[in-house]
C-alpha cells in the first residue's frame, strides 16, 4: 500500500467514524433519551449534562466531517472521470451537510436561539434524522455509480489512440 493509498484510506476513516458518531448519537437521542427523560421528573438537569457533552462530539465530529468531506472529494474528482451527476450529487450532499451541521449544532448549542429550538426537540430531532437519512442515501448512490476510468489512463488512452491512428495514416497512405 503506497502512501496515497494510506491517506486516502486515513480520510475515509475521518469521514466515516464522525458521521457514526453524529449519527449514532442523534437516532440515540430521538428513539431514547428525548422520550425517556420526557416521563422522569428531575431529568431536565441530567439532559442539560449530556447536552454540554454532546456538544463537544458534535463540534469535533463536524470540524472531521469537513475536513475529510473536502479531502476525499477534491482528491476522487482530480483522479477519476466522474459523470455529471456525481459533481451535482457532491453539492446536494454538501449543502445538507451544512444543514446537518447547523441543525445538531443548535440543538446541541447554549445560545438563546437553541434554547428555543430545543423546546420542539422532538420536531427538529426528526428533521435531522430525516436529513441524515437522505445524506445517506446520497453518499451510497454516490458510491454504487463508481468512480469511473482514472485520469491517467483517459490520457493514456488517448495518447495510444492517436498514436494508431497515425501508424494507420502511415500505412494506409504510404
Known amino acids: 500500500m ?9 480520510f475515509r476513516w475521518l469521514h466515516i467514524i464522525p458521521m457514526a458518531v453524529l449519527v449514532g448519537g442523534t437516532i440515540f437521542m430521538r428513539l431514547a433519551l428525548v422520550p425517556a427523560s ?6 431536565a438537569e441530567f439532559r ?7 456538544a463537544k462530539w458534535v463540534g469535533v465530529s463536524v ?3 469537513l475536513v475529510s468531506g473536502l479531502y476525499n472529494a477534491v482528491t476522487k474528482i482530480m483522479a477519476f472521470d466522474l459523470p455529471p451527476i456525481y459533481h451535482m450529487l457532491v453539492m446536494v450532499k454538501l449543502a445538507l451537510g451544512f444543514v446537518v451541521f447547523f441543525i445538531a449544532s443548535l440543538l446541541s448549542g447554549r445560545s ?11 420536531k427538529w430531532l426528526n428533521i435531522l434524522c430525516g436529513l441524515m437519512l437522505v445524506l445517506i442515501l446520497v453518499a451510497g448512490y454516490m458510491k ?13 488512452n488517448a495518447v ?15
Open 2 to 10: 503506497d502512501t496515497s493509498q494510506l491517506l486516502g484510506l486515513l
Open 160 to 174: 495510444s489512440t492517436s498514436s494508431v491512428q497515425q501508424d494507420i495514416g502511415i500505412i494506409a497512405n504510404p
Open 112 to 122: 438563546e436561539k437553541a434554547q428555543k429550538l430545543r423546546q420542539q426537540e422532538m
Open 144 to 156: 454504487f455509480l463508481g468512480t469511473g476510468a482514472p485520469k491517467k489512463d483517459r490520457e493514456l
Open 63 to 65: 470540524l472531521f466531517l
Open 38 to 43: 420526557s416521563e422522569t421528573e428531575g431529568a
Open 48 to 54: 442539560e449534562a449530556i447536552r454540554r457533552r454532546w
